[in-house]
């Protein structure tokens, strides 16, 4: 099940508003800052738009802070998820939106909803990294003190 209601609202936007409040919106200094880390190698499975899509993303999450060893996994997931996406894509191009069977049944073609399985998944993918701004103020980094120190705030609020 995905998250419930609004996107929140970026936090630099809070703060340009002067409607931040660190009781309620918690502490800035805790959302994701970069931090450069070495960018892994594309997975050799991974086909040309894969791989672009790997070139592409991983030196930009990494130099924010948001590509770590245990994240190639799912980084792996993104990019093939756009290679189906610019499969499905061609397939089109060349294929059609639409088939006709010969008692005149015209059906779209089952690439479309591929296509939009792809880009749910990159979706999906993509909020998890962080690639909004409004994703970006629903992440958290910090040490667990500092988590503990959060909580036990908002209680006594």
């Given at each position: 099940?995905?998250?419930?209601?609004?996107?929140?609202?970026?936090?630099?936007?809070?703060?340009?508003?002067?409607?931040?409040?660190?009781?309620?919106?918690?502490?800035?200094?805790?959302?994701?800052?970069?931090?450069?880390?070495?960018?892994?190698?594309?997975?050799?499975?991974?086909?040309?738009?894969?791989?672009?899509?790997?070139?592409?993303?991983?030196?930009?999450?990494?130099?924010?802070?948001?590509?770590?060893?245990?994240?190639?996994?799912?980084?792996?997931?993104?990019?093939?998820?756009?290679?189906?996406?610019?499969?499905?894509?061609?397939?089109?191009?060349?294929?059609?939106?639409?088939?006709?069977?010969?008692?005149?049944?015209?059906?779209?073609?089952?690439?479309?909803?591929?296509?939009?399985?792809?880009?749910?998944?990159?979706q999906k993918l993509m909020a998890a990294f962080g690639m909004t701004p409004s994703d970006r103020s629903g992440l958290r980094v910090g040490s667990a003190d500092q988590a503990k120190k959060q909580v036990h705030t908002r209680k006594r609020a």
């Amino acid at each position: 099940m995905g998250k419930r209601g609004p996107k929140k609202t970026p936090t630099e936007v809070k703060i340009a508003r002067g409607t931040h409040r660190k009781d309620r919106d918690g502490d800035p200094a805790l959302e994701p800052k970069p931090e450069a880390i070495a960018v892994p190698r594309a997975p050799a499975h991974l086909k040309a738009a894969g791989r672009a899509k790997w070139n592409d993303l991983a030196p930009r999450l990494a130099r924010v802070g948001l590509l770590s060893e245990i994240d190639v996994d799912s980084l792996t997931l993104l990019c093939e998820a756009f290679e189906e996406k610019a499969h499905c894509e061609k397939v089109l191009a060349k294929e059609g939106e639409y088939f006709v069977q010969d008692n005149g049944y015209v059906g779209a073609h089952p690439a479309i909803s591929r296509l939009h399985r792809a880009i749910g998944r990159i979706q999906k993918l993509m909020a998890a990294f962080g690639m909004t701004p409004s994703d970006r103020s629903g992440l958290r980094v910090g040490s667990a003190d500092q988590a503990k120190k959060q909580v036990h705030t908002r209680k006594r609020a």
